[in-house]
């Protein structure tokens, strides 16, 4: 939909706005039920948060806003809250007897536009519809901004890995600096901007090693701020980067599948915490979303037969290899994501991924735990190691490339992160995927201009897990090289997701899992056994290997966009909402600007993320 | 008649035991909802009715639990705020107080004084919501304009 169309249609908009109010207390349901309907919009009321999520899952497009009550018994307002933001990307408008800031407070870091307190006034009702609009308004301006990268990004898919390496890079450049603008345009007003932190391998082990120190229930930001001592690292970041990393384990312990080692499992276990994390920062927005679709997403990705230990495992069995192997193969939308230069142009992979992620977000998930998994998986075995490496490589990335991808994610990526605080998470793995593809391509391809390779030894392994191992050895170039992919990196996650897609239809983890994962980290449930593994595998299989080698260096774009182009394929499929449309197209732009670095795999995963959540 | 069911509401909210809200959910009844508000007060009877006996039972059973007492008041509280029902709504604050004190017996006092105030709105809405009915649909809770 243009923007005219928009806002044309938005003329009438107030009328008929489609609301599904939430409430466990029968009384105030009716009378919030009454006043919307006083206000012309068409209700929708359930007491049950668990019927929402159906409602909302069965159609996501039946709905233009959401109404929930904070307290309920059986889902915490704010879970689900999140849940919606990431997974379909509506606005929530939280309501509540709570005229406590903290309540309030946590609504915003939550990704909830509005905050009322009961007893509702019609007054209020009245101007809920603007937030609808602003979402839809911020995601038509995030797909304005895409179109104009996309069209110097095309040029440089289709050029040589060298060439786009170059034109990537420098559209993500640009990118990233339309992308900031973009952001602080977009940017909540309520959000601070904040210098981006950029979560290299290094920097996540760190955090890890917090957060184990303290315990993983116990880890509160501040401490974990305190224990990392690292200078410049504020706790908001932490906290956030917390959140992400809650979610990525909650994620892969609901996958089950996760090939994380044992400790995953017990991150994953603990991340059950993802609700409430106070530590958001101005990220939450997305983070929640992003968990949230990564969550379904790994769910769906496929990373659920992959216990989170069982991630490492995955990537050690040669079954998964060879899973990725065939993915990697002529999937048509470019396995492993850097397989499809075409698909770059076109960001049409939709079909072809294979989308294991049913949810969509799976693959994502996916990859998340890898982060977390990444100092147990170091003591174990080397893939664990690797796979830990990659993970927190991942992770890190994943939490810069967030930043780094809201800020300069294509516009899809900001967009739905920005534009719709429960949307973010969309952006938000994708980004970080991409990220962390971009490390781990590095990583795994030695040869990767742009990040350097891990030691030999390293990127063996790399290889072999493909996605998280590289990470660690190259944190640093990679970091490096991972910031600048930023504006690719929203890319990523698409990418990362559709690269999961592709790259493993039967992995499903695969390689998106794996870049979601990392960055997710919040995205606990995502099931980086899945991303991860495909990336392993793919590596392994060598199939991709040198493709992906020589794609993940020359054209992180490419596996990005191939990601991507899954991802929307896997995840257009399930939604097909106008605003999502825009967003994907808005991603693929992105894609195409070639800003794929690496990190972009998240990116492609990213739009199908955010269509698929 | 009419002016009755009129004296009769403007009283319970002279007595404090109705207040603004009570007048937007009037608002709120038109001749799609002809008895929206006594629909919406059935409701609340009924859900609070619900809470107080659990509140009861959790009261009885001795084992002071207040954050689960705090979270049902807190729900109580809600409904009643949403209905307009003041004093109990008062009661209802009162009781969190001494909850978040970890005042058992003021926990108890309170709540008893607040059963007490619940049946009373509760005749008393009854009474009105029938007088309203006896006066006609269109006059039924309907403010004086």
Known sequence: ?613 | MQRQVALVKQSLFDQGYLDEQFMELEDLQDDANPNFVEEVATLYFKDSARLINNIDQALERGSFDFNRLDSYMHQFKGSSTSIGASKVKTECTMFREYCRAGNAEGCLRTFQQLKKEHATLRKKLEHYFQMARQAGPKETARRPK
């Open chain 1, 1 to 613: 939909m243009t923007v005219e169309q928009d806002f044309v249609a938005l003329d009438q908009f107030p009328v008929g706005m489609r609301v599904l109010a939430v409430d466990d207390d029968q009384t105030c349901l009716r009378i919030l039920e009454t006043l919307l309907h006083r206000c012309q919009y068409h209700v929708t009321t359930t007491n049950q948060a668990q019927k929402a999520l159906e409602l909302l899952r069965e159609n996501k497009n039946k709905f233009d806003l959401v109404i929930s009550d904070v307290d309920m018994p059986d889902m915490d307002g704010f879970k689900l809250l999140e849940l919606v933001g990431l997974e379909m990307d509506l606005p929530v408008i939280m309501l509540s007897a709570h005229s406590d800031p903290k309540y309030v407070m946590k609504g915003v870091t939550h990704g909830a536009c509005d905050y009322l307190l009961k007893p509702v006034r019609i007054e209020e009702l009245k101007n809920i519809w603007q937030h609808v609009v602003r979402s839809r308004f911020d995601k038509n301006r995030g797909s304005n901004n895409g179109e104009k990268r996309y069209g110097s990004g095309n040029e440089g898919v289709g050029n040589s890995d060298q060439n786009n390496g170059r034109a990537n890079r420098k559209r993500k450049d640009q990118y990233n600096e339309d992308e900031d603008d973009e952001r602080d345009d977009n940017d909540d007003p309520s959000a601070q901007k904040k210098p981006r932190v950029v979560w290299t391998v290094e920097l996540h082990k760190k955090f890890v090693a917090a957060v184990n120190q303290l315990g993983f229930e116990k880890a509160m930001p501040k401490k974990i701020l305190d224990l990392m001592n690292v200078e410049k690292l504020t706790r908001e970041n932490v906290a956030s980067h917390l959140q992400k990393f809650r979610l990525y384990l909650k994620r892969i312990s609901g996958n089950q599948q996760a090939l994380m080692a044992n400790s995953d499992l017990h991150f994953l276990q603990m991340s059950s915490s993802l609700n409430g994390l106070d530590g958001y920062n101005h990220h939450n927005r997305v983070i929640p979303v992003g968990n949230g679709q990564f969550h379904s997403g790994a769910a769906a990705a496929g990373m659920r037969p992959f216990p989170p230990n069982g991630i490492l495992g995955r990537l050690n069995t040669p079954s998964g290899i060879g899973v990725v192997r065939s993915l990697s193969s002529p999937s048509p939308g470019g396995g492993m994501f850097l397989q499809n230069q075409t698909d770059l142009g076109k960001f049409h992979h939709v079909s072809s991924l294979p989308l294991n992620h049913s949810d969509g977000g799976g693959n994502i998930l996916q990859c998340l735990p890898m982060p977390l998994e990444f100092d147990q998986l170091q003591t174990n075995r080397n893939m664990n190691n690797k796979i830990i490496a990659a993970n927190s490589m991942a992770f890190p990335s994943f939490s810069t490339t967030q930043q780094n991808s809201l800020m300069n994610a294509p516009n899809n990526n900001l967009l739905v992160l920005e534009g719709h605080p429960q949307a973010s998470p969309s952006s938000f793995p994708g980004h970080q995927i991409n990220k962390r593809l971009e490390h781990w391509s590095n990583a795994v391809s030695s040869s990767s201009s742009t990040l350097p390779p891990p030691p030999g030894q390293n990127s063996n392994i790399i290889h072999h897990q493909f996605d998280v191992s590289p990470l660690p050895h190259s944190s640093k170039p990679d970091s490096l090289e991972w910031n600048t992919h930023n504006g690719s990196s929203s890319y990523s996650i698409p990418f990362c997701d559709s690269a999961a897609i592709t790259l493993s239809p039967t992995l499903d983890t695969n390689p998106r899992a794996f870049c979601r994962n990392t960055d997710f980290d919040s995205n606990a449930n995502v099931q980086p056994g899945g991303g991860f593994y495909d990336s392993m595998q793919t590596r392994q299989a060598g199939n991709y290997g040198p493709a992906t080698d020589a794609m993940l260096s020359n054209n992180p774009k490419e596996g990005f966009v191939v990601g991507q182009q899954k991802l929307q394929s896997g995840f257009m499929g399930t939604e097909a909402g106008s605003l999502d449309d825009i967003v994907n197209s808005t991603m693929k732009q992105e894609q195409s600007q070639g800003d794929l670095s690496g990190g972009d795999l998240g990116y492609g995963g990213f739009s199908s993320l955010r269509t698929c959540i």
